[in-house]
């Protein structure tokens, strides 16, 4: 009964219903994840909740993460929000997975595609964008990854 798609289409039908009760709720409600049996016979899904804070961010798990370790990954908490570029793209600090271990920082693309960074990534977008030329810094401007362009140049070791 219950296979992939059929899966898939209830996750999405229950997102929608889940829409208008977090709008009643006043918070931030996700479908975060599904399972199913092999067999089909039951499946689970994982729902999420935040609240919304005064700025209008949802609290999210990521979120909160960023705001209490930022200083842990040579960030500051308000650095959240900041905006940095990256092979030319523009994205908007959004959170921090801390089990990540290459890649923890969390940016959102302005069409709302999420995207993981290095740390050192973040940091040297965010000291480009200090210096008020982000667009036409070395890096950002070549329509490549930080990654790619500074390979094992950061402290000796692979920045990505």
Not at 61 to 77: D, H, M, S
Not at 139 to 149: E, L, P, V, Y
Request: hydrophobic share 40%; glycine share 10%; net charge positive.
């Amino acid at each position: 009964m219950f296979d992939r798609q059929t899966v898939k289409n209830t996750r999405n039908e229950l997102q929608a219903i889940l829409e208008t009760l977090s709008k009643e709720m006043g918070c931030q409600i996700k479908v975060a994840g599904a399972m199913f049996a092999r067999d089909g016979s039951n499946c689970t899904f994982k729902v999420e909740f935040a609240a919304i804070s005064a700025d209008g961010t949802a609290e999210t798990k990521e979120v909160t993460a960023f705001r209490e370790l930022a200083a842990i990954y040579g960030l500051r908490p308000d650095d959240f929000g900041k905006t940095c570029v990256s092979g030319g793209q523009e994205f908007t600090i959004s959170g921090l997975k801390p089990k990540a271990k290459r890649y923890p920082i969390l940016a959102t693309r302005p069409d709302g595609k999420v995207y993981k960074f290095s740390e050192d990534m973040v940091r040297i977008a965010l000291t480009a964008a200090a210096e008020g030329d982000a667009k036409n810094h070395p890096i950002a401007s070549r329509g490549r990854s930080f990654r790619a362009a500074f390979g094992v140049a950061i402290g000796g070791r692979y920045c990505g």
